[in-house]
Every structure is written in C-alpha cells, then in structure tokens.
C-alpha cells in the first residue's frame, strides 16, 4: 500500500528514514513528505498556512491510485485528518503518531516566532516525559537538523466539513496511554473528545515512548506502524 507520512513541526521527510526500511520489507511504499515552507525565510513562507499542507497532502494523494494510507506525527495529524476529510473515499487508514485527531477549528499551538518564521525552540521547551527517552546525541542531532516552520502554520485554525472522515478507520499510536486510559481521558476531552467519539473504526496502540518514537524507537514504531495496515 501506499504510504503518506507527514512530520510534526520542524521536521522533514527524513525524519522518517529510520522506519522506512521496515515498511518497504512488509511491501508498503513510503512516500515521506516535506511540508511546504519548512525551512524557508519568512519573505518566501510568510502566505503559507495549515490550509497549504493539507493541499499539499492532497495533492500526494491524487498523484497516487488506489487506496492510500496517512501517518501523521504530532501537528502532522492536524495535516492528515485534513486530507481525510478532503478525500475520504481515497484513505485505507490513519495513523496518528502520538497526537489526536483534531475538531473543525482547532489551530496547533502557539510558539515564538523569529523574523517571520517558528524556529525549532529546542528540547528544554517540552515536558520532560516527551523527551526522556531521548538521548544527548540524538537530541543534538536532530536539533541541528530541525527547521523553521511558517508562522501561520501552527496557529492557523483547521477547517473540516466532511463527515465521511468519520468512516475512515483510524490508529492511534499513543506514547504512554493504553487503550482505556486514552478513552477515558478523551470522555473529557471536550471539542476532541467528540470528534473522536464521532469515528466508527479506531483503535488505540501504546508505545511505551516519548513524543518522537521514530528518533528513540523507530523499529517499534514501524512494527506498530505496519500492523496497524495489515
């Protein structure tokens, strides 16, 4: 099956490299992406918002045939559930990477922005549990790695008017919650809460990890990756 993996913030299509090898082994074909304006100054990103990555992962789809499959890590699943919701007959399953899948208006987050654009703020900004399992090396490399992200992007609000995304079966690889902790906590989870409520097929995976399994443990999130696709 063809596979669409859309990065978190500040990340590009190789952050996903270390897991590719094992989806390609179980037959799948990966198409990472690299979100538009990641990395750009804000004199060339600054028009760009939420609404253009989502475009840009429809866009993916289309060029592909048949059924499709979405990974989405972090504010990467803002972006997949976008496209779900633009073509709902063309998506197999979504798999959301230790995030949620988000209500109609809803904006990511709010970060400091720098001469136009959201540079990576580095690990200390993140609570400790997301980042424990991140040792010093990979913390400095992939630090170094990270780019800029337009500015609109995180705060821009997603639109959703399709309730065939509803239909779409949907995983949810959660760091550190099992199945009936993350359904309890989503019956008070308000606007999320009934959106997850509202989808017919989903599933709940714990990864025992921090928030970027595919640098701390990229071969368990590709087994769970690969199983939620079978």
Do not use: C
């Amino acid at each position: 099956m063809d596979v669409i993996l859309i990065p978190g913030l500040w990340l590009e299509a190789s952050s996903w490299d270390a897991i590719l090898p094992a989806l390609e082994r179980a037959g799948h074909i990966a198409h990472p992406l690299t979100m538009p304006g990641t990395g750009e100054p804000a004199a060339e990103s600054s028009s760009i918002g939420i609404a253009d990555w989502v475009s840009a992962v429809v866009a993916e789809v289309d060029r592909l045939d048949g059924p499709v499959a979405i990974v989405g890590h972090s504010a990467g699943g803002n972006v997949a559930w976008g496209a779900v919701d633009a073509r709902p007959d063309r998506i197999a399953r979504v798999v959301f990477v230790d995030t949620a899948p988000p209500p109609n208006g809803s904006g990511i987050s709010k970060f400091n922005v720098v001469d136009g654009v959201i540079p990576f703020p580095g690990w200390d900004y993140f609570d400790s549990d997301d980042v424990a399992d991140l040792n010093e090396t990979v913390r400095a490399q992939w630090a170094e790695r990270a780019r800029s992200v337009p500015e609109q992007v995180p705060v821009e609000e997603l639109e959703l008017h399709n309730d065939l995304r509803y239909g779409v079966p949907v995983t949810i690889l959660s760091s550190w919650m099992d199945e009936d902790a993350y359904r309890a906590g989503m019956a008070h989870g308000g606007r999320f809460g009934e959106e997850f409520e509202a989808i017919a097929d989903v599933e709940v995976v714990k990864l025992n990890s921090g928030h970027w399994p595919q640098f701390s443990k990229p071969l368990e999130l590709a087994r769970a990756i690969v199983n939620a696709l079978r």
